[in-house]
């Protein structure tokens, strides 16, 4: 928004464990002055075997093994982007923003700034507005920036952290395990920005 | 499955007008032995605007204007070709066929070959497969035949055209208006080939 756009935004329920990001992304979107917040619901049941929609696998903690995470979601990149494509056709908008980041999460492949570019190009061809020349962007301003900088950016635009859900299994209030993979890299950016972590965790530590 | 694969057939309620083809889909699946068959239910609230989801929007009959119809859904084959995606990455499958026709509609951004090769490329950076070295493939069999030739396709692999639906407005029992763009192309297809239409229609014709 501070680019001066409308904001137009989109959270996915797709079954995951983590729903609090949900209502977070509600309240955020609220806070930020976005223009409208959807949430479009999708029947996660071809969605099996990761870890964060799949009950039967757990959620590694303190530190899983090397390679591509078991919270790996299946395309699932390319699903929200598709679905965001469908939205910004409707609404005539030609920039899509997405937070992926591909600096600490090695191993995710549709984080990857190379898949995004081949993204933006599939996009350009396949749009009634791409037809008729108006390009879609698709953009991911926190794709290269470390996890302190992220921290330090969202205070500077006036996001609150203890407002935002990283956590793979935060409870229905939003309060994080502390010890999952997303809340280990998030924690870690607060330390190396030099900045106090604001973020609600389920017990003090 | 005439090239030795196992099927694993998917179909997305988007919350079209012509739910009928859903049913079609499964009765069609289990006659031809795919090895299963799913629906993914996605909410539509964000596609406004196209005929075939839009109730306030009609279905034009009898030949509409030129130009990309308004029973386009927006990025509709994208979102379709994610879901699968995410599926065949669950199956650890490697081709993904999708019933695509660019001849007769000519207006559709996401029915041409283009498109399909840029998603293709798209997946390839998508997916853990793809990482691993095993690649996808986009296939539409259907993508540059005339329809005369896709009835002739359909008899001689044992496919019934009275089970298969294409009207966009079929009703429960998936009998067709014989008036839309769908239904006109379809017969045009018979008539070329010289065979016997036998598709259900609402009325006698």
Redesign the interface.
Known sequence: MHEGYACHA?SVDYGQRHVAELSAAARLAAALGAREH?I????A?????SALTDAAVAVPLDGGPAG?PVT????????L???A??????LDAQQLFIGANAVDYSGY??C?P??LR??E???N????A??EGRRIAVRAPLIDLPKAEIVRRALALGVDPAMTVSCYQADDEGRACGRCDACRIRRAGFETAGIADTTRYREAR
């Open positions: 989109l959807r479009a619901r999708l029947d049941s071809i969605f099996q075997g591509i790996y979601v299946p395309a699932r990149n390319t699903i982007l598709s679905l494509l469908g939205w910004a056709e409707v492949p549709d990857r190379g898949y081949a993204f190009a599939m996009a061809l396949a749009t009634k791409a037809l």
